[in-house]
């Protein structure tokens, strides 16, 4: 069985006015992407708390950041037509809209929440074996490529527990 497409995003800050900084993924085939987010002329929101567990310096964006325009056609191409998960669809729905209106584009994917794909017992031990994998793959801040990939692998070991 295939596994499905992971995304992640790191953002500014969490709620009204944050945006996305770093946007990461992997597909079905197991492929990491990864890349900074250049915030817009408009985008100023900046949350001290958040970028401790991000791990990303406002002024790494500036310099290593791609504009929006770019990281949002990057995302279509690589993953035209597929619905692609996410852990935390609430946040991440919004800086995703927030990245493609920048871009003045649409998604030429669908976002869905990774509970979609749990069971009941599965969604109960979802937690504690996402901090498994984390914990075996020595991952420590949170990176949006290397995020979706521990989602990734904990879903192929609930699939298959």
């Known amino acids: 069985m295939q596994l499905p497409a992971f995304i992640d995003i790191e953002a500014s800050g969490f709620g009204r006015g944050s945006y996305p900084i770093e946007v990461g993924f992997v597909d079905r085939d197991g492929q990491l992407f ?12 900046w949350d001290e708390g958040a970028a401790a567990l991000h791990g990303i ?3 790494l964006l500036s310099s290593h950041g791609r504009p929006s325009t770019w990281v949002a056609e990057q995302l279509n191409q690589r993953l035209a037509g597929q619905t692609v998960y996410c852990d935390g669809w609430a946040q991440d729905y919004p800086w995703l809209a927030r990245l ?13 929440d990774l509970r ?3 069971d009941e017992q599965q969604a109960q031990c979802w937690h504690d074996t996402v901090m498994r994998v984390r914990n075996e793959l020595s991952i420590g801040r ?14 192929q070991r609930l699939l298959h527990s």
């Open 142 to 155: 949170h990176r949006a490529s290397s995020d979706a990939k521990v989602l990734q692998i904990a879903l």
């Open 100 to 112: 493609f209106e920048a871009a003045e584009a649409a998604p030429a994917f669908k976002l869905e």
């Open 34 to 45: 990864c890349t900074l987010v250049q915030p817009e002329a408009d985008w100023s929101h």
């Open 57 to 59: 310096e406002r002024e």
């Open 116 to 118: 979609t794909l749990l």
